[in-house]
């Protein structure tokens, strides 16, 4: 045998859950979310009585906070006052990104003549500020490669606790065997990550900032082996 539910004449079903004799032993409903669990078979999750009002109680708690911290909005126009203060949020991160870069920008034209001499080679190896992001050090190290001769560019920096790597090698330094992807392969591997790319220029980077000066020596010394051929 089975139990049957019958809703006037508008539904009739198999039942497989907790019986009321009457819907007013119910009390409160309070729907969670409706579903699709199969071909024309939909799910509706619920609470009722005692933990639809304890349910109703905590979210008016809640409302009440969110109302408090935001002083001066009415429980209805939270969710555009929410919107509004996520996209100021969203502006000033964009602001502070183009501060950090124009500072990175700023810094790296002194980074000219701290270029190290290695045969031809004049190799500009430095990390940068953390923050600056892939595309940045692509451009800082581009930049700065066109206005070496002869020069090696490595770069790094630690955004969102990660590591980026970038290496430009301009057309000297590849005729005396010097590769970006070379350096960038080799110095991510110690960062605990992966990379590469062309010869004039590479990206890569790890999780083990720690391990970033190490990185920078086994780059050194690669181009060190590469251009002097020891």
């Given at each position: 045998?089975?139990?049957v539910?019958s809703?006037?004449d508008w539904a009739?079903?198999?039942c497989?859950g907790t019986?009321v004799?009457r819907?007013?032993?119910?009390g409160?409903v309070k729907l969670?979310?409706?579903?699709?669990?199969g071909?024309?078979?939909?799910r509706v999750?619920?609470?009722?009585?005692a933990d639809?009002?304890?349910?109703?109680?905590r979210?008016h708690?809640?409302l009440?906070?969110?109302?408090e911290?935001?002083?001066?909005?009415?429980?209805?126009?939270?969710?555009?006052?929410?919107s509004?203060?996520l996209?100021?949020f969203?502006e000033?991160?964009?602001e502070l990104?183009?501060i950090k870069?124009?500072?990175?920008?700023s810094?790296?034209k002194k980074?000219?003549d701290?270029a190290l001499k290695?045969g031809?080679i004049?190799?500009?190896?430095?990390r940068m500020?953390d923050?600056?992001?892939g595309d940045?050090?692509?451009?800082?190290?581009?930049?700065?490669?066109?206005q070496?001769?002869?020069s090696?560019?490595?770069?790094?920096?630690?955004?969102?606790?990660k590591?980026v790597?970038?290496a430009?090698?301009?057309?000297?330094a590849?005729?005396?065997?010097?590769k970006a992807?070379?350096l960038v392969?080799?110095?991510?591997?110690?960062?605990?990550?992966?990379?590469?790319?062309k010869?004039?220029?590479a990206?890569?980077g790890?999780?083990e900032?720690m391990?970033?000066d190490s990185?920078?020596?086994?780059i050194k010394?690669?181009?060190?082996?590469t251009?002097?051929g020891?």
């Amino acid at each position: 045998q089975v139990r049957v539910v019958s809703v006037g004449d508008w539904a009739r079903e198999l039942c497989g859950g907790t019986h009321v004799s009457r819907s007013g032993q119910l009390g409160v409903v309070k729907l969670l979310s409706e579903s699709s669990i199969g071909a024309g078979v939909r799910r509706v999750e619920a609470l009722v009585g005692a933990d639809a009002y304890s349910f109703l109680a905590r979210e008016h708690l809640l409302l009440s906070s969110l109302t408090e911290l935001i002083k001066g909005a009415r429980p209805e126009e939270l969710p555009e006052r929410i919107s509004d203060l996520l996209q100021k949020f969203k502006e000033i991160e964009k602001e502070l990104a183009m501060i950090k870069t124009a500072a990175a920008i700023s810094d790296s034209k002194k980074l000219i003549d701290t270029a190290l001499k290695i045969g031809k080679i004049k190799l500009i190896l430095t990390r940068m500020s953390d923050g600056v992001s892939g595309d940045d050090l692509r451009s800082i190290s581009l930049n700065l490669r066109n206005q070496v001769p002869g020069s090696v560019v490595v770069l790094a920096s630690v955004q969102d606790e990660k590591v980026v790597l970038v290496a430009a090698v301009d057309q000297l330094a590849q005729s005396s065997g010097i590769k970006a992807g070379a350096l960038v392969k080799s110095g991510s591997e110690i960062l605990g990550g992966g990379g590469g790319g062309k010869d004039d220029f590479a990206q890569g980077g790890g999780v083990e900032a720690m391990k970033i000066d190490s990185a920078f020596n086994a780059i050194k010394e690669l181009i060190e082996a590469t251009a002097t051929g020891k």
